[in-house]
């Protein structure tokens, strides 16, 4: 079992690398089930793993000029102060137990677990349907796309202070569908504010959590050649299999994680 959790923890970079998106959504999933970290621990480890791994990533795709600084900036000027505030706030005031339905014991454990599988679900079946747009949209429309990226901000700010998620699930949807960025560009601009999210709510947890720093650097270590595989492969893979093939595997890992959750409360 230690070996696959350390080989799922290569693709959790590879996710990253090739999509813009994605390795939280194996992160927080390998660290449950594969290393038998809480759900909650694991998302805090998740945000520093997916942190870390993102700003290599997003430092390799700068390189290539596939990283839009000013849309990455707008998103991460609500998005960090939203996750951040989250997770240092919000997050320690939650309960253990929340609440019954019957005699089932709904647990923030598995509340978290499940809304973070819902989430995968909606964002996948918005990739897989999506048609393609017309590039620049944002340069068509300054203004309402600053508003729209803005609100999205925060949305993505809580989704990744609550859940752990680094938001490139959603964060990748908004980039290709509301502002009809290119593929390649929006997985580049995607892992920085990833990144940026990530490691902001990362440090949001300090003081909460006793951390495993050994454990933390080791998988990140490992991610991180990941990252770089991804990107690799992504130079040879045409831009909409991406997106479509991204809304079949986060669908897969949504479906999966409800059910296992739902056989949880039995």
Same mark, same amino acid.
């Given at each position: 079992?230690?070996?696959?959790?350390?080989?799922?923890?290569?693709?959790?970079?590879?996710?990253?690398? $090739?999509?813009? @998106?994605? !390795?939280?959504? %194996? #992160?927080?999933?390998? +660290?449950?089930?594969?290393? *038998?970290?809480?759900? &909650?621990?694991?998302?805090?480890?998740?945000?520093?793993?997916?942190?870390?791994?993102?700003?290599?990533?997003?430092?390799?795709?700068?390189?290539?000029?596939?990283?839009?600084?000013?849309?990455?900036?707008?998103?991460?000027?609500?998005?960090?102060?939203?996750?951040?505030?989250?997770?240092?706030?919000?997050?320690?005031?939650?309960?253990?137990?929340?609440?019954?339905?019957?005699?089932?014991?709904?647990?923030?454990?598995?509340?978290?677990?499940?809304?973070?599988?819902?989430?995968?679900?909606?964002?996948?079946?918005?990739?897989?349907?999506?048609?393609?747009?017309?590039?620049?949209?944002?340069?068509?429309?300054?203004?309402?796309?600053?508003?729209?990226? $803005?609100?999205? @901000?925060? !949305?993505?700010? %809580? #989704?990744?202070?609550? +859940?752990?998620?680094?938001? *490139?699930?959603?964060? &990748?949807?908004?980039?290709?569908?509301?502002?009809?960025?290119?593929?390649?560009?929006?997985?580049?601009?995607?892992?920085?504010?990833?990144?940026?999210?990530?490691?902001?709510?990362?440090?949001?947890?300090?003081?909460?959590?006793?951390?495993?720093?050994?454990?933390?650097?080791?998988?990140?270590?490992?991610?991180?050649?990941?990252?770089?595989?991804?990107?690799?492969?992504?130079?040879?893979?045409?831009?909409?299999?991406?997106?479509?093939?991204?809304?079949?595997?986060?669908?897969?890992?949504?479906?999966?994680?409800?059910?296992?959750?739902?056989?949880?409360?039995?």
């Amino acid at each position: 079992m230690e070996i696959t959790a350390y080989i799922a923890s290569v693709f959790i970079g590879v996710s990253l690398g $090739l999509i813009g @998106g994605g !390795g939280s959504i %194996l #992160t927080v999933p390998v +660290l449950v089930y594969l290393f *038998g970290i809480s759900p &909650i621990l694991s998302t805090s480890y998740s945000l520093f793993i997916v942190g870390s791994t993102s700003l290599v990533g997003a430092y390799n795709n700068y390189r290539k000029g596939s990283v839009k600084i000013k849309t990455a900036l707008l998103f991460g000027s609500t998005s960090i102060t939203t996750v951040f505030l989250t997770r240092k706030l919000l997050i320690p005031m939650i309960p253990g137990d929340l609440f019954r339905i019957g005699e089932l014991r709904i647990t923030e454990p598995i509340l978290t677990m499940i809304l973070f599988a819902a989430l995968m679900v909606a964002a996948s079946i918005g990739m897989i349907r999506s048609k393609e747009r017309k590039p620049g949209c944002f340069e068509c429309d300054l203004i309402g796309n600053m508003i729209r990226m $803005l609100l999205s @901000g925060v !949305g993505i700010g %809580l #989704t990744t202070g609550i +859940l752990g998620a680094g938001g *490139g699930f959603l964060l &990748i949807p908004t980039l290709v569908l509301v502002l009809g960025m290119p593929m390649k560009e929006a997985v580049g601009t995607s892992l920085l504010v990833i990144a940026l999210n990530s490691l902001i709510g990362f440090a949001g947890d300090m003081g909460h959590f006793i951390i495993d720093w050994i454990f933390l650097i080791k998988i990140t270590a490992i991610s991180m050649t990941g990252v770089l595989i991804g990107g690799a492969v992504a130079k040879r893979i045409n831009a909409t299999y991406l997106k479509k093939g991204f809304g079949w595997f986060v669908l897969v890992m949504g479906i999966y994680i409800i059910s296992t959750e739902l056989l949880h409360l039995k």
